[in-house]
């Protein structure tokens, strides 16, 4: 059994022990409902940054990676200052779950919708600390989603939704085979892999040079 295989069956049975769990926790009150995504809509781009830009900045990330959430708390803001915002670059973050903890934060994020994923996406990392290890993820997940209008009803909904698993786990061993990442936080720039949260100043050597290489100053 490839390790690909396995972790996709062990995925699938602890996604599935969750969507038990869940039920067994109540909730206080939330925000304004909003149904979950479609599978269209919940496998639209992530993405910060003008449409149109020069340069793309592919972002591979494990939202229970604490080296990612240290690059998206951090380290992207200084990016986002001086290249996203500018319109050169355009982040496209790309799911790389690497436990199923992951697994399930990345479904409900992209259950959440276009509109509303990349602010959920930013909160989980900002709040990785509590959440990871309160020693029940599922029900501290499910309350901090529904600010984002995913109640206990639609996070078991998400995290039964066996097609968006497997293609979240097909698109990871898409990129592992194309890339060859094997670890997270991994980015592509122009072709180029980067790996690990690195200095601002690495991140702007390989930005600029694939600026340059369009002609863009």
Known sequence: MSTYTA??????TFVAVLTVAAGLFALAPHAARAEVASMENALKEMSIGKADAPV???DYSSLTCPHCAAFHTTTLNQIKKDYVDTGKVRVVFHDFPLDRIALAAM???RCAGPERS???YDMLYQTQGNWTKSGQPL???TALVRFYGLGEDDV???????????TILD??????????INSTPSFVIDGKKLDGNLDYGDFRKALDKALADRGVK
């Not at 972790?7 to 699938?12: N, T």
């Open 56 to 58: 793309v900045m592919n």
């Open 156 to 166: 078991l909904k998400c995290l039964e939704n066996q097609d968006l698993m497997q």
């Open 139 to 141: 029900p501290a997940l």
């Open 171 to 180: 698109r990871r061993e898409s990129a592992s085979k194309q890339y060859g």
């Open 107 to 109: 479904m409900l994020t």
């Open 7 to 12: 972790f996709r069956d062990k995925a699938r």
């Open 118 to 120: 990349v602010d959920l």
